[in-house]
C-alpha cells in the first residue's frame, strides 16, 4: 500500500512570510499532484510533476519533485491571505489507471493579513 | 463548458436508508473516479469506471457500496443500509483518458464539488 505522509498538518502565518509543504513517501510515483481545496467544494489542481528532481514555478509557488520520486514540496513566497486553503499532494501509480490516485492527508494553510 | 456536476450536493439519510450519488463527467471525458473524504482524513479512492464497465474497485467497501456508469447517464454510487459512519463528502473526478502520457504533465483529471452525505 502506497502512503503519502503531509507535513506540517497546520500552519498559521503572518502575510508576508514563506512557507514549504512537504510530501514524503516510501513508494516511488510516477506523478505527484498538488491540489487546493476550499470548504464545501472539490480540489482544484495546481499542478503535476513527472520527472524526477523537476521544478515547476507557479507564480509566487515553486513545487519540486525529488529526484527518487517518492517526495515532494510546495513553497510559497511571500503568502497572502488568499493564499489560505487546503493544500492536498497526490501520488499517481500511472500506467493504466491516472486518475486512482494516492492523497496525503493535507495541509491547512491560514495567512493572517 | 460545465465541469464535473455531482448531485446532489448535500443529502441527509437516516440509519438503514439507501443513498444514491450521481456524478456527470465533463463533457468528452468517459472515465469516472469516486473518493471518500472521511472527516479528518485525505482523500481516499474508491472505485474506477468507464461506460458500462467497473475496472478498479479494489477501494470499495466490500458490502453495501456499489457503483455503476451506464452507457446513457451519469454514474452513480450506491450505499445501501446507511450507518453513520458512511457520513462523508463523497467526490466524483472524470478523465477524457485512461492513462497519463508520462512526459506530457498534463492535467486530464477534474473533480466535482461534492456531495456531502449526513447519517443521522
Known amino acids: 500500500t502506497q502512503l503519502l505522509e503531509q507535513s506540517p498538518q497546520f500552519l498559521s502565518i503572518q502575510e508576508g512570510e514563506n512557507l514549504t509543504v512537504y510530501c514524503n513517501s516510501s513508494?516511488?510515483?510516477?506523478?505527484l499532484q498538488w491540489y487546493r481545496q476550499e470548504p464545501g467544494e472539490g480540489p482544484v489542481l495546481l499542478v503535476t510533476?513527472?520527472?524526477?528532481?523537476e521544478v515547476k514555478k507557479l507564480k509566487r509557488l515553486t513545487f519540486q519533485f525529488g529526484d527518487a520520486r517518492k517526495d515532494s514540496s510546495l513553497h510559497i513566497t511571500a503568502a497572502q491571505p488568499g493564499d489560505t486553503g487546503l493544500y492536498l499532494c497526490a501520488g499517481g501509480a500511472g500506467g493504466t489507471s491516472y486518475g486512482k490516485l494516492t492523497f496525503g492527508q493535507g495541509t491547512i494553510l491560514t495567512v493572517h493579513p | 463548458n460545465a465541469g464535473v456536476m455531482q448531485n446532489p450536493r448535500h443529502l441527509v439519510r437516516r440509519r438503514g436508508q439507501e443513498a444514491r450519488l450521481r456524478c456527470s463527467p465533463m463533457?468528452?471525458?468517459?472515465?469516472v473516479y469516486w473518493y471518500r473524504q472521511l472527516p479528518e482524513e485525505g482523500l481516499k479512492f474508491m472505485v474506477y469506471?468507464?461506460?458500462?464497465?467497473?475496472?478498479?474497485e479494489s477501494g470499495m467497501p466490500k458490502e453495501r457500496f456499489s457503483a455503476e456508469f451506464p452507457k446513457e447517464g451519469p454514474s452513480i454510487l450506491r450505499i445501501q443500509q446507511v450507518v453513520r459512519g458512511d457520513s462523508a463528502a463523497y467526490f466524483c473526478?472524470?478523465?477524457?483518458?485512461?492513462?497519463?502520457?508520462?512526459?506530457?504533465?498534463?492535467?486530464?483529471?477534474?473533480f466535482g464539488a461534492g456531495s456531502r452525505l449526513t447519517v443521522l
Open positions: 463533457k468528452g471525458h468517459s472515465h
Open positions: 473526478a472524470s478523465s477524457p483518458s485512461r492513462g497519463l502520457p508520462r512526459l506530457s504533465g498534463a492535467n486530464v483529471l477534474t
Open positions: 510533476v513527472v520527472t524526477g528532481g
Open positions: 469506471l468507464q461506460k458500462e464497465n467497473i475496472i478498479d
Open positions: 513508494s516511488v510515483f510516477s506523478s
